[in-house]
Each structure stands twice: as structure tokens, then as C-alpha cells.
């Protein structure tokens, strides 16, 4: 599932190419994608609408209209967004097309269709897509170790976990936790209840630090997401401990364990982040 560093790497990257264009056409090949409202009345409130901007909000993409409706999307485990011209190939699981007044598409495709789009009105409330059940980003200032405390010191779940919440923390996913962790050198397993406030300020600190390097790692050229089909995500060769189980640390050099978490695969050092 693409977290935080890739939704933002999207972001940047559809953004610019998409302000001040009109929405001729929407067409909607899988109405189950379209999770509010109905996928025809989905359609034609947004025919003719201009495009302002995007935003991102933990891991939704908002794309936000001159009328100041709003669609917000979730690209879930496989969902892709690719801008391209009108005549070029079609991805095969491609379900919501916005036919823009360019000539250009902004292309949803999924394979196994779990992503999901909202429409909301101007000064409508959003109670379907969760965004507003979301706490607070990485990157606002008011993330500091009381926070951490404050809201995950009392729970007896594993750290892993308690970051995994998104309505404590909006954006860090099974990837960045792990990473998160091991530069913070908390073993993934203990208990956040059990952790001082010394390691509450080293998460702080480390959080936005991990995220916005990922997000640095990850930029990538319009031109190049297109060409990848928007899934060249540049992390990987980056990733110090996620996916690295059986490697040597590159800290200490000791071989990485994977355990498992709150049912997610989390890989650790036995040696930077010992089980206390």
C-alpha cells in the first residue's frame, strides 16, 4: 500500500499538470469505486468543474475545485493515478477516466480495486471517508514527545502499532514504521506503555525526519512516472531495514530478524534495538 512519501510523491508529480484544467468528461467503468455519491450523480457533478489544486491528507490525495467541492481518493493496496494523452494505451484495471480540456486523462486504474472516491459539495461534511477521523501530520509542529505521550504512552500494544494508528498519526504505514524504528532504536515489539520520554523525543524527532527523506528519495520526473506507470517508487535501494530480514545492520553489521507485529511482518536489529 502506497504511505505517506509515495501519496506526496503523486502529489507533486499529477499537481502541476493538472491546475486550471476543465473536466469535460468523467467516465466511470466500475461503479463500486466510486464510493459517495452514486457513480452517475459522481459523474455529472464534476463535468464542466475546474481544477484548483491538490492536497494530501495522511494517505487520501483531495483534489480540490474551483466550486470548492472536493473529491478525495484512497489508492488503497494497488490503486494508480497516471495523467497521460488521450490515445495512450490503457492499463488494463483502469476504472475512472477524467477526460480533462488539454486533451490529457487523469487515469484511475487498480488491480484489485479497493481504492475508493468521494465527492463532497462545497461546505459539505464529510462523513464517509475518514479522512476527518485522522490525527494529526508528521510534519506539523505540534508532533513532540508530549503528543507521543500523551496519546500512545498509556497503551499496553506494541510501539509498531501504536504508529500504525492513523488517528494518533496520519500517513506511516508497515514500510515507514519499521524505518521509523530502527533509527529510533526501539525494538518493534515493546509495549508503548513501557517506553520513556526519552524515546517519545527521539520519535518525534525522527518521524518527519524519516518521512520527508523518503519523500526526497522517491522524486521522480513526470516524464519517468509515466513511463513506470507511476509505480518507479525510488525508495527501495534506501529502505535500511524493511524487507532487509537475513541482511547485516547497516549500523552494527549483526543479521536483521523479522518478527511478527499486530500481524504486520516487522524487521528489526537485535542489537540496535534490543528487546529491554
Same mark, same amino acid.
Given at each position: 500500500? #502506497? *504511505?505517506?512519501?509515495?501519496? =506526496?510523491?503523486?502529489?507533486?508529480?499529477i499537481?502541476?499538470?493538472?491546475?486550471?484544467?476543465?473536466?469535460?468528461?468523467?467516465?466511470?467503468?466500475?461503479?463500486?469505486?466510486?464510493?459517495? #455519491?452514486?457513480?452517475?450523480?459522481?459523474?455529472?457533478?464534476?463535468?464542466?468543474?475546474?481544477?484548483?489544486?491538490?492536497?494530501?491528507? +495522511?494517505?487520501?490525495?483531495?483534489?480540490w %475545485?474551483? $466550486?470548492?467541492?472536493?473529491?478525495?481518493?484512497?489508492?488503497?493496496?494497488t490503486?494508480?493515478?497516471?495523467?497521460? #494523452?488521450?490515445? /495512450?494505451?490503457?492499463?488494463?484495471?483502469?476504472?475512472?477516466?477524467?477526460? %480533462? $480540456?488539454?486533451?490529457? *486523462?487523469?487515469?484511475? $486504474?487498480?488491480?484489485?480495486? !479497493?481504492?475508493? !472516491?468521494?465527492?463532497?459539495?462545497k461546505?459539505?461534511?464529510?462523513?464517509?471517508? +475518514?479522512? *476527518?477521523?485522522? +490525527?494529526?501530520?508528521?510534519? /506539523?509542529?505540534?508532533?513532540?514527545? =508530549?503528543?507521543?505521550?500523551?496519546?500512545? +504512552?498509556?497503551?499496553?500494544?506494541?510501539?509498531?502499532?501504536?504508529?500504525?494508528?492513523?488517528?494518533?498519526?496520519?500517513?506511516?504505514?508497515?514500510?515507514?514504521?519499521?524505518?521509523?524504528? !530502527?533509527?529510533?532504536g526501539? /525494538?518493534?515489539?515493546?509495549?508503548?506503555?513501557?517506553?520513556?520520554?526519552?524515546?517519545?523525543?527521539?520519535?518525534?524527532?525522527?518521524?518527519?525526519?524519516? %518521512?520527508?527523506?523518503?519523500?526526497?528519495?522517491?522524486?521522480?520526473? #513526470? =516524464?519517468?512516472?509515466?513511463?513506470?506507470?507511476?509505480?518507479?517508487y525510488?525508495?527501495?535501494?534506501?529502505?535500511?531495514?524493511?524487507?532487509?530480514? $537475513?541482511?547485516?545492520?547497516?549500523?552494527?553489521?549483526?543479521?536483521?530478524?523479522?518478527?511478527?507485529?499486530?500481524?504486520?511482518?516487522?524487521?528489526?536489529?537485535?542489537?540496535?534495538?534490543?528487546?529491554?
Open positions: 500500500m #502506497p *504511505e505517506l512519501p509515495e501519496v =506526496e510523491t503523486i502529489k507533486r508529480v499537481e502541476p499538470q493538472i491546475q486550471g484544467l476543465v473536466i469535460d468528461k468523467v467516465t466511470v467503468k466500475r461503479p463500486e469505486v466510486v464510493a459517495y #455519491p452514486a457513480a452517475d450523480e459522481f459523474c455529472g457533478l464534476l463535468t464542466g468543474q475546474t481544477i484548483s489544486h491538490m492536497t494530501r491528507r +495522511g494517505k487520501f490525495l483531495i483534489i %475545485l474551483n $466550486s470548492n467541492d472536493r473529491i478525495i481518493l484512497h489508492l488503497r493496496m490503486g494508480c493515478l497516471l495523467l497521460t #494523452p488521450a490515445d /495512450y494505451p490503457e492499463e488494463k484495471h483502469t476504472h475512472i477516466i477524467f477526460s %480533462l $480540456s488539454n486533451s490529457m *486523462e487523469l487515469r484511475f $486504474s487498480d488491480t484489485r480495486r !479497493f481504492g475508493r !472516491f468521494w465527492l463532497f459539495r461546505d459539505e461534511a464529510d462523513t464517509y471517508s +475518514g479522512v *476527518e477521523k485522522l +490525527g494529526i501530520e508528521p510534519f /506539523y509542529a505540534e508532533l513532540t514527545a =508530549e503528543y507521543l505521550n500523551t496519546h500512545l +504512552g498509556k497503551r499496553k500494544k506494541a510501539v509498531k502499532e501504536c504508529l500504525l494508528d492513523q488517528s494518533a498519526i496520519a500517513g506511516i504505514g508497515n514500510i515507514y514504521s519499521d524505518e521509523i524504528l !530502527f533509527t529510533a526501539i /525494538y518493534p515489539a515493546r509495549p508503548a506503555n513501557n517506553l520513556k520520554i526519552e524515546d517519545w523525543e527521539r520519535l518525534a524527532a525522527v518521524i518527519p525526519e524519516r %518521512l520527508s527523506y523518503f519523500i526526497e528519495v522517491n522524486r521522480i520526473t #513526470p =516524464e519517468d512516472y509515466l513511463e513506470t506507470k507511476g509505480q518507479d525510488r525508495n527501495t535501494p534506501f529502505l535500511q531495514v524493511y524487507g532487509q530480514e $537475513s541482511k547485516p545492520c547497516p549500523k552494527c553489521g549483526e543479521t536483521l530478524c523479522r518478527i511478527v507485529v499486530g500481524g504486520r511482518g516487522s524487521v528489526y536489529c537485535p542489537v540496535c534495538q534490543r528487546d529491554l
